[in-house]
Every structure is written in structure tokens, then in C-alpha cells.
């Protein structure tokens, strides 16, 4: 594995066509506590991560706007963040959806619960690949919690959940690759991840050319130290701020990170 560079506060990360560098862009001043967005290749995928702490930053889940539209792009995104004095500092998609834009599974935003917790499980598709789980965001912690477990624990998460995403696969369970991905698997697509350190930190990454679920989980476990770790979605995915951000179809919540907007 090799860092290809390291955004250093206040920078943007470099962006990536085609395998080549280009200038990161300067930001306001962030405050000490502002994300680090990194590239990184692995073997012959480039990867870009956003890491943010949820003791310090605003990490949040989006879907729809004050019209009840679903956002649907980064675009969207930013502009309604700006009319609310904030700025997206960096995002991702959030889990897998259906065709309507609403996400498969549970999704709580701002302490509501906009879509419920979806237990099933043998059918097709990666949400039901086994075990699948929920990304957490309470008022200044992150979790990776498997279904089964927040099922039976509902009345203790509903106390706590500010924001939630449900998807799958676990990719990473303490520290354990999930055993039904195969490392000779030739399932390579664009895939985007959601994970967690020991330390709590909460980073988000997508392999920006294709990957295998096993080797994805080996980076996250090995280069990011991510004990667990929430596959969101595959060739789909992106992430913002990349050239490609925003390019690609439509898609459901997503997860960003933001901060109030600088005094101009």
C-alpha cells in the first residue's frame, strides 16, 4: 500500500484521473478539529477516505429537503446546507435503496425515524448478504451495530440514535473479516464503506476503481485500523469532493460531514 498524499489541514484532497495527481485546492481555515481526507492506492485501486470525529464533528445523514424531495446528489446537498449556513466538507452515499430513492433499511435523521429497521433476510442482493448492520450516530459517538443485535436492543437505541443508516454487509466485525467474502472472489466493482477505529474515529471510504468485498475489508482493517466496518453501496457509489462527485445516477440518503459556513 502506498499514501499517494495526505490532505493537511485546511486542504482539499487531490483529486485522481486516470491514475494522476492533480493540485489539492485551498479551504478557509478549519478548526483544529476538521476532518482529514486522504488517497491512498492498494494494489492497483485507488481509494479515498474521509475521517472525522464524531466528539467533534458534525457528522450527519441526509435524505430529502424541506420540500420532502429526496436531495438525490451532492449538488442538492450543498446548496441546501449553504441556505442553512453550513458547508459540506465532505460526503458519501448511505447505504443501499430502492427505486423510489428511500433507503432499504432503517434511516434516522435529527432523531426521526424515517424509514424502519429491515430484518429480513434471505434474499438476494448485498443488504441481506449476512450479517448486515447499522451505522449509529448518537450525540457524540459512532457505532457499527449488526441487525440481530439492534433488533433486540431497540428500546436502547431509540434513546440514543440521532442519526442511523442500515445496509450490508458487515464488511469487518471486531476486528474479523466477514467469512462469507471469498479473497479470490472476481466480483470487482466500485464500492464504498462506512468504518470504525478503536479509538471510536469514523472514516468514510470508497475504492474509486473496482474492488473485491475481501480485499476492501483487508484495507480497512489493515491500512485504516478499522475494527468494524459497513459496506454502503457498490458501483453507484461516490464521494464528495472527487471530480466524479457528481457524476452518475441519482441516489438515496447520504452521509456528510459539515461544519457552519465561514464568515465571508
Known sequence: MRILSTLLRPLLAPMLVAGAL???????????????????????????TCRADPRADA??????????????????????LRGQGQELLC??????YDKQLQPLGLYVEGGNVLR?????QNAYGNFYMQPNGVFVLSEHNAYIVETSDYAAETGLWSSTVRYATQS??????NGKINKRFDPDSLNVVVRNAVCLDAAGMVTLAIARNPISFYDF??????????TDALYLDGSISRMYPTLEANIGPAFGAMIAIVRPAAAK
Open 22 to 48: 492533480l493540485p489539492a485546492m485551498t479551504l478557509n481555515a478549519i478548526p483544529a478539529h476538521a476532518v482529514e481526507m486522504k488517497q491512498y492506492q492498494y494494489r492497483q485501486t485507488f481509494i479515498s
Open 59 to 80: 457528522i450527519r445523514t441526509y435524505w430529502k429537503d424541506p420540500n420532502g424531495n429526496p436531495l438525490a446528489t451532492f449538488v442538492r446537498l450543498d446548496a441546501m
Open 91 to 96: 460526503a458519501t452515499n448511505a447505504g443501499i
Open 116 to 120: 424502519k429497521l429491515n430484518t429480513r
Open 168 to 173: 450490508g454487509p458487515l464488511m469487518i466485525v
Open 217 to 226: 475489508a483487508v484495507f480497512l482493517r489493515d491500512e485504516i485500523k478499522c
